[in-house]
């Protein structure tokens, strides 16, 4: 069980970490948060641009410096108060800004009459090395459903609106990963435009949480067509996810019923047989954003930075939530974990910090990772109950190979009776759904070129003989895969074909 947030921020008051970071740029929730907790100390504020405030009115006390301001809590053994310092993440490279606030965070440790904590609050979190291990980082939690469902009922009663309970239960869910301005902007926008809050405003709600992804650049949202339709063969896959899918689509109802959240999946195997694919056909079925991560865009020059990257990124897909979240060939984003050298050591903690997020996520962020090579994934990324399911897909067989041949005629209007599908299957043992839309295209492009009428069965038959299928080019690495996957427990994508 979790435990609330003022209570955690009181424990670490009570246990004298010094140095408290809140990474966030709601200033006035945590100002609410710390003014619940705080009984007895004084809190002075200081905020860059603007000096030592007021902590209540916000209204400029002195001109004081960063220095200056600091420099008062460094002069006396027997003091008790609360330090705010808001926005000064541009002073943490300042020699005597550290060693200022180092001060008084030994004293606040070992003297017995000292009792100052450091509250620094600001958009972005910059960690000196100096202080790294003064510095306790405490991340202001976003409401949580009752809460938002609280926002929603407040904001109806002060403009005299009556809400459906339905909405309210989906606007409560689409809005959680904002904050309470977050929400309220919305609300607002929402009622502005209609004069009322309707179903119809959830695209609002996804059209601002475009707008998170487009304005940090660490995620990409990404446009798709592809339906489970779109895929030819995996049945035991499709079947599964349409399982999901009508979870994600009831989430208030299932979480109400007890059914758990769905964190995510992984889909191993053969290059070029649908797992890309599967991803934005699960997005679509889902009816829900698709984000894709690339984790190399998250590794930053600074100590860190990449970590806190990788922090962000994950805050802003739980603020897009539900979504899926797609990271694609994800060994090589973790490849390395466990080495030593500064940059296995910085991948390694990022691995880390993914894996504890998606063990203990309540969230409703679905993680598709896909990858053509599990062998170069550490052990402890494959253990249950970091993703749902791990599936194996396979060359396509038999029956999926049919399918994906008609399908990328019908795709094409190019498929008629006449074009044997038991000869064309006899040629394309081997082949990936990819190597088999390739063959297809290719024969189209000639048929066009040479102004047929109708692909016939021949014409296809010439372009499988003139192409190298994935099995035969890629046979090492798919040797390799395939002694992995006997050591590790993963479910078959495809149904076992009929001999």
Same mark, same amino acid.
């Not at 860059?48 to 220095?67: A, C, H, Q, R």
């Not at 962000?312 to 466990?338: H, N, Q």
């Given at each position: ?22 990474? /966030? ?7 609410? *948060? ?47 108060? $609360? ?41 972005? $979190? ?7 291990? #003064? ?37 409560? %869910? ?12 919305? %609300? ?13 405003? %959830?695209? *609002? ?11 940090? &650049? ?22 599964? #996810? ?15 019923? &007890?059914?758990?959240?769905?964190k995510g999946i992984m889909i191993v195997g053969m290059p070029g047989c649908g797992k890309s694919l599967t991803a934005k056909a699960t997005a679509n079925l889902f009816d829900v954003p698709l984000l894709r991560l690339d984790v190399g865009k998250l590794m930053g020059k600074y100590v860190g930075e990449s970590e806190e990257n990788m922090r962000r990124a994950i805050k802003i897909a739980e603020a897009i939530s539900p979504c899926v979240l797609w990271i694609d060939e994800i060994e090589k984003a973790f490849s390395g974990v466990g080495d030593s050298g500064g940059s296995h050591e910085v991948t390694t903690r990022l691995?880390?910090?993914? *894996? ?13 990772? /896909? ?35 008609? $399908? ?15 000869? #064309? %299957?006899?040629?394309?043992? &081997? ?17 066009? #070129? ?6 016939? /069965? ?42």
């Amino acid at each position: 069980m979790k435990i609330p947030a003022i209570n955690k921020l009181a424990s670490y008051i009570e246990a004298l970490r010094p140095i408290i970071y809140i990474p /966030t740029f709601d200033f006035n929730a945590f100002d609410k *948060l710390i003014s619940q907790i705080n009984q007895n100390s004084k809190i002075y504020e200081f905020n860059d641009g603007l000096g030592y405030v007021n902590f209540k009115t916000k209204l400029p006390e002195t001109s004081y410096s960063i220095e200056q301001f600091l420099s008062l809590f460094t002069a006396s053994n027997k003091q008790s108060a $609360l330090l705010v310092l808001k926005d000064i993440h541009h002073h943490l490279n300042n020699p005597k800004v550290i060693s200022l606030l180092k001060t008084i965070a030994l004293k606040n440790i070992y003297d017995e009459d000292y009792f100052v904590t450091i509250f620094i609050v600001s958009t972005k $979190l910059v960690i000196p090395v100096e202080l790294e291990k #003064l510095i306790t980082v405490f991340d202001t939690p976003m409401p949580e459903k009752q809460e938002i469902t609280k926002f929603i009922q407040n904001f109806a009663n002060d403009n005299e609106l009556e809400i459906e309970t339905s909405v309210v239960d989906e606007l409560s %869910l689409y809005l959680k990963g904002f904050s309470e301005f977050e929400i309220t902007q919305i %609300l607002n926008l929402a009622y502005q435009s209609s004069g009322a809050i309707e179903r119809k405003d %959830l695209k *609002l709600v996804l059209e601002e949480k475009e707008q998170i992804i487009k304005k940090t &650049g660490m995620l990409e949202i990404l446009n798709y067509k592809e339906t489970i339709n779109d895929i030819g063969g995996l049945e035991i896959l499709k079947k599964w #996810l349409s399982n999901k899918g009508e979870v994600f689509k009831r989430l208030d109802e299932a979480t109400k019923y &007890g059914v758990d959240i769905p964190k995510g999946i992984m889909i191993v195997g053969m290059p070029g047989c649908g797992k890309s694919l599967t991803a934005k056909a699960t997005a679509n079925l889902f009816d829900v954003p698709l984000l894709r991560l690339d984790v190399g865009k998250l590794m930053g020059k600074y100590v860190g930075e990449s970590e806190e990257n990788m922090r962000r990124a994950i805050k802003i897909a739980e603020a897009i939530s539900p979504c899926v979240l797609w990271i694609d060939e994800i060994e090589k984003a973790f490849s390395g974990v466990g080495d030593s050298g500064g940059s296995h050591e910085v991948t390694t903690r990022l691995f880390g910090y993914f *894996l504890t997020w998606i063990q203990e996520k309540e969230n409703s962020v679905f993680v598709v990772a /896909t990858s053509n090579d599990i062998s170069k994934l550490p052990a402890e990324f494959l253990r249950k109950g970091r993703f749902d399911e791990i599936f194996f897909v396979d060359f396509p067989n038999d029956e999926e190979r049919r399918k994906i041949i008609e $399908l990328h005629l019908k795709k094409r209007k190019k498929w008629h009776k006449d074009i044997d599908t038991i000869k #064309l %299957l006899k040629e394309t043992k &081997g082949y990936s759904g990819a190597d088999i839309e390739a063959v297809i295209k290719e024969t189209i492009e000639k048929g066009f #070129l040479s102004a047929k009428k109708q692909i016939t /069965t021949d014409d296809i038959f010439t372009e499988i003989k003139d192409t190298k299928p994935m099995s035969v080019s890629l046979k090492d690495k798919i040797d390799s895969l395939s002694e992995t996957l006997k050591k590790i427990d993963v479910k078959k994508a495809s149904k076992e074909e009929v001999k």
